[in-house]
T-cell receptor, first 117, second 111 residues
Framework: NAGVMQNPRHLVRRRGQEARLRCSPM?????VYWYRQLPEEGLKFMVY????????ESGMPKERFSAEFPKEGPSILRIQQVVRGDSAAYFC???????????????FGSGTRLTVV | DAKTTQPPSMDCAEGRAANLPCNHSTISGNEYVYWYRQIHSQGPQYIIH???NNETNEMASLIITEDRKSSTLILPHATLRDTAVYYCIVRVPSNTGKLIFGQGTTLQVKP
């Protein structure tokens, strides 16, 4: 049973380009969470999505960042017009049901390391 | 979600038990204690969680004090591969799904 798959593992973008990060949740999981870890800092929540719905985007920067989790396919975190400050590790986690529906741990992927040059 | 306090770093000898403390003095009655760890910039790994009873699984044990104001994560026989940052998180299972990670404790297991 494959875990949470994130790709690419490493992504290099020039300032002004777009970055697209993909996350395939564990089989049977329909809830996805994105976190960002800036260099030498802790993990920060960005967004929580269910299939075709954004449930909580309170941690998303107001501009340039968007996320989706379509009915088919992986969840996508999209960063438009990247800047050097976007350089970070982006982690995705998944769960089988709503986080309010029970107490359990999330399964995280290995992350995508984004470097903006 | 209640705030947690952890020592910034700890050392442990290989083969010995590692006891990682966490203070959560403002915890409320319906908040759970969760532990995750992050090994060298990999994705966080869920370890264990509990509400008020002590818990044990194949990875670790969680001891929660009777007043629930603090807890201890125990790795019974630490190995070099247990070197990681350990995060104690207190939260109510809610519809937001948000985990608030603090600075954690960096555990260094030494040979």
């Amino acid at each position: 049973n494959a875990g949470v798959m994130q790709n690419p593992r490493h992504l290099v973008r020039r300032r002004g380009q777009e970055a697209r990060l993909r996350c395939s949740p564990m089989k049977g999981h329909s809830h996805v969470y994105w976190y960002r870890q800036l260099p030498e800092e802790g993990l920060k929540f960005m967004v929580y999505l269910q299939k075709e719905n954004i449930i909580d985007e309170s941690g998303m920067p107001k501009e340039r960042f968007s996320a989706e989790f379509p009915k088919e396919g992986p969840s996508i975190l999209r960063i438009q017009q990247v800047v050097r400050g976007d350089s970070a590790a982006y982690f995705c986690a998944s769960s089988p049901r709503s986080p309010g529906g029970g107490n359990y741990g999330y399964t995280f992927g290995s992350g995508t390391r984004l470097t903006v040059v | 979600d209640a705030k947690t306090t952890q020592p910034p770093s700890m050392d442990c000898a290989e083969g010995r038990a590692a006891n990682l403390p966490c203070n959560h003095s403002t915890i409320s009655g319906n908040e759970y204690v969760y532990w995750y760890r992050q090994i060298h910039s990999q994705g966080p790994q869920y370890i264990i969680h509990g509400l008020k009873n002590n818990e044990t699984n194949e990875m670790a044990s969680l001891i929660i004090t009777e007043d629930r104001k603090s807890s201890t994560l125990i790795l019974p026989h630490a190995t070099l591969r247990d070197t990681a940052v350990y995060y104690c998180i207190v939260r109510v299972p809610s519809n937001t799904g948000k985990l608030i990670f603090g600075q954690g404790t960096t555990l260094q297991v030494k040979p």
